[in-house]
């Protein structure tokens, strides 16, 4: 067996805040097609990891600096981080898939999953970095269905490396009812209360058309999500580095639902 700490010590040496180890049995209910050994045959286990969003960008949400700071260049970040851990894995005889933080919407899995009264639709990457901190053991999902982590609440962007290493499990919250990290009746919902399109139900969920269609009206149209739903179906089901037909509108972060939330608030 690879040295588990070497791995999650050069991962934190190379900018990691969180590392965690999640065997892929963990990811029993994850969909079909997105499942660790979907993504690459004989993998064992899931190298987790997150690199925290500083708190002077957070207090500064929405704006240019966590657009800039907290999401495009922490992506940047965040590729080279998985690239490098996969690297030290293959050094060391096993495969290892570094994955992106974040892929274009052309190569995600878009469902329709109604169009009137108003668009509900589903959006799903090649695999969940959220659900890979989950079984990590570092963290859970929230009622905002963003990933909630003890010292950093939801300022985190997660990223996985996949290796066919099987490496020592972290531990999983222990017992049937461990503390929750988010704690809603607590906090009164913030993130629900606040998020200006009012795309967070409070049930773990979010609606995603609300969520993207606020942040830019003229590019999240309907007519957006459904041409790449079209393409998708004509592409086949693996969707990594495939074109489509729709042009991503320039992005627009908001970024409320992060600003709002009261876990771990304190440096
Ligand atoms: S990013 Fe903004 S619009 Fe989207 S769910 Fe969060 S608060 Fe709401
Ligand atoms: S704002 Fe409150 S309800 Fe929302 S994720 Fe944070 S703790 Fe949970």
Not at 84 to 95: H, I, R, S, T
Not at 239 to 262: D, E, K, N
Request: glycine letters at 10%; proline letters at 11%; charged letters at 20%.
């Amino acid at each position: 067996m690879p040295k588990t700490n070497a791995i999650m010590a050069f991962a934190q040496e190379n900018g990691a805040d969180l590392v965690g180890i999640a065997p892929v049995d963990r990811f029993a209910g994850a969909p079909p097609g997105h499942k660790p050994e979907d993504l690459l045959p004989g993998a064992r286990s899931v190298v987790a990891m997150a690199k925290r969003i500083p708190l002077a960008i957070v207090k500064k949400i929405p704006g240019p600096y966590y657009e800039k700071f907290g999401y495009h260049d922490l992506n940047a970040h965040l590729r080279e981080l998985s690239y490098k851990v996969a690297v030290f894995l293959e050094d060391q005889g096993y495969e290892a898939l570094p994955l992106d933080p974040s892929i274009a919407d052309q190569a995600r899995e878009v469902e329709i999953l109604q169009e009137e009264p108003e668009p509900k639709v589903r959006i799903l990457g090649d695999f969940s970095h959220r659900h890979a901190i989950v079984a990590a053991g570092l963290g859970e999902i929230g009622a905002s269905c963003m990933v909630v982590v003890p010292k950093f609440g939801p300022r985190i962007r997660p990223v996985s490396v996949i290796t066919t290493a099987s490496l020592e499990p972290s531990p999983q919250p222990a017992g049937e009812n461990p503390v929750k990290i988010c704690q809603p009746e607590a906090c009164g919902y913030q993130c629900s209360k606040n998020c200006p399109a009012e795309a967070l139900p409070g049930d773990g969920t979010v609606d995603h058309f609300k969520c993207r269609s606020y942040r830019n009206p003229a590019g999240y149209t309907l007519e957006y999500f459904k041409k790449i739903a079209d393409s998708k179906k004509s592409r086949g089901p693996s969707s990594i580095g495939s074109g489509g037909s729709a042009p991503p509108p320039v992005g627009q972060t908001c970024g409320i639902c992060i600003r709002v939330c009261p876990i771990g608030l304190s440096l």
